[in-house]
């Protein structure tokens, strides 16, 4: 296993048009978590899955967002109807259950979304 | 809600000498994890190290030491003997211990390790 890999690795896109960003976690995790980092911030949490369950969503997330996990292994989020204030980096994290505050997450290298 | 703030927004060091970021953080939780995580430029986060609040013990991992004052609430990073390899971001992360196991993120530190 070659740890969380996210597809695509960079997106541009038109203002309006619809987007689908993919995760695949270590396999032998069963939680999986989005993250939105903004240039020059910190990531802020979105959004996290147990298993297939989503379990929980930030405010962040609005209602032109969703995020899926079928089957408990890759997860996809896509954002509708994109605005430039979607630009940013969208981080997948992966962990082990109760194993988040031992190990902390295995973090994916990112999608960059521009929008434009 | 828990807040992580990091008051350096930049930092440079020379090769091998010690530098220090800082991170306070904000909660009413007790039982609670900090990280310190660091992110190279356009590559992935990679964990840096760890403390558990209800250690009193700072962790240390080989140049990574923290600093960990709870009821001042500061979590702080040294980096001994600083590489060029350390350049990057570094952000201070808050995690409850709870089902979900969240983290709250500072707004980061941009270190330069100067040769």
């Known amino acids: 296993d070659t740890g969380v890999s996210q597809d695509p690795r960079h997106k541009i896109t038109k203002r309006g048009q619809n987007v689908t960003f993919r995760c695949d976690p270590i396999?032998?995790?069963?939680?999986l978590y989005w993250y939105r980092q903004t240039l020059g911030q910190g990531p802020e949490f979105l959004t996290y899955f147990q298993n297939e369950a989503q379990l929980e969503k930030s405010r962040l997330l609005s209602d032109r967002f969703s995020a899926e996990r079928p089957k408990g292994s890759f997860s996809t989020l896509e954002i509708q109807r994109t605005e430039q204030g979607d630009s940013a980096m969208y981080l997948c994290?992966?962990?082990?259950?109760?194993?988040?505050?031992?190990?902390?997450?295995?973090f994916g290298s990112g999608t960059r979304l521009t929008v434009v | 809600a828990q807040t992580v703030t990091q008051s350096q927004p930049e930092m440079s060091v020379q090769e091998a000498e010690t530098v220090t970021l800082s991170c306070t953080y904000d909660t009413s939780e007790s039982n609670y994890y900090l990280f310190w995580y660091k992110q190279p430029p356009s590559r992935q986060m990679i964990l840096v190290i760890r403390q558990e609040a209800y250690k009193q013990q700072n962790a240390t991992e080989n140049r990574f030491s923290v600093n960990f004052q709870k009821a001042a609430k500061s979590f702080s990073l040294k980096i001994s003997d600083s590489q060029l390899g350390d350049t990057a971001m570094y952000f201070c992360?808050?995690?409850?211990?709870?089902?979900?196991?969240?983290?709250?993120f500072g707004g980061g530190t941009r270190l330069m390790v100067k040769p």
């Open positions: 396999s032998e995790h069963n939680r």
């Open positions: 992360a808050f995690m409850n211990n709870n089902a979900g196991n969240m983290l709250t």
């Open positions: 994290a992966s962990s082990l259950g109760g194993g988040g505050p031992l190990y902390g997450y295995t």
